[in-house]
């Protein structure tokens, strides 16, 4: 009796079909695991490694309902972002891009819903208690505002704008609302090297993006730009 043989009779018949059948088993799992990779990386922006925005969104509709009145959104917005692709190529500007991405996604930590909207545009929902929102956000304004570093050496001097909003002073948790106080927020503060809070009166503003968002009450704080 040859080896093959000897060792068939030592498996047995129903060792050897549970093996045989193990195989076309290990390939799907394989197959699936492939997919699940495909899957998460279709989720992430590719440049910056954020969430896309629809994953963004489910992911952020989560947070809120779980942390509720602890949630807070931030609205990032990188500014004089054209003039850095202008004056110095869009190599440069996706490097900031990175950049802002990477800060924000260290500063949220893995929890967060941390996503790229498009563009030089960013949104992060955490849980961020309110006597620690002050602080966190004055940190967040100091990452924003770090220089970053070309793949040539050169050294670019960056800065954010950044608004937020929480469920207390807006008066809901529903996503698109705290996304526009938070945005309208933003753009009161722009240029201004500060984090704005949002008050119940930016739900008002009739542009996403808070683009024609005029004055209201804010509190603000972070360091002059």
């Known amino acids: 009796m040859n080896t093959a043989m000897r060792l068939t009779g030592r498996i047995g018949p129903r060792a050897l079909l549970i093996t ?3 195989l076309p088993l290990t390939g799907w799992a394989l197959h699936a695991a492939a997919l699940h990779r495909q899957l998460a990386a279709s989720r992430r922006d590719p440049l910056t490694g954020l969430l896309r925005r629809d994953a963004y969104t489910a992911r952020a509709r989560r947070l809120l309902a779980r942390h509720g009145d602890d949630a807070t959104l931030v609205m990032v917005d990188a500014d004089h972002f054209k003039q850095i692709n202008d004056s110095l190529g869009h190599a440069a500007g996706d490097r900031v891009l990175a950049a802002v991405g990477a800060r924000l996604a ?3 930590g893995p929890r967060a819903a941390t996503g790229r909207l498009g ?3 960013f949104a992060v929902v955490l849980e961020l208690a309110a006597d620690r929102r002050t602080q966190r956000l004055e940190q967040l304004v100091r990452m924003l505002h770090t220089p970053v570093v070309l793949e040539d050496g050169r050294t670019v001097d960056v800065a954010a704008s950044v608004g937020a909003a929480t469920s207390a002073a807006v008066g809901t948790w529903e996503l698109s609302s705290l996304q526009r106080a938070a945005d309208a927020a933003l753009y009161e503060g722009k240029h201004t090297g500060r984090a704005v809070l949002a008050t119940k009166q930016h739900t008002t503003v009739a ?3 808070g683009r024609r ?3 209201a009450g804010t509190a603000t704080w972070g360091r002059a730009a």
């Open 20 to 22: 045989t059948a193990a």
């Open 106 to 108: 260290a500063w949220a």
């Open 119 to 121: 563009g030089d545009e």
């Open 207 to 209: 542009s996403i993006n």
């Open 213 to 215: 968002a005029g004055r």
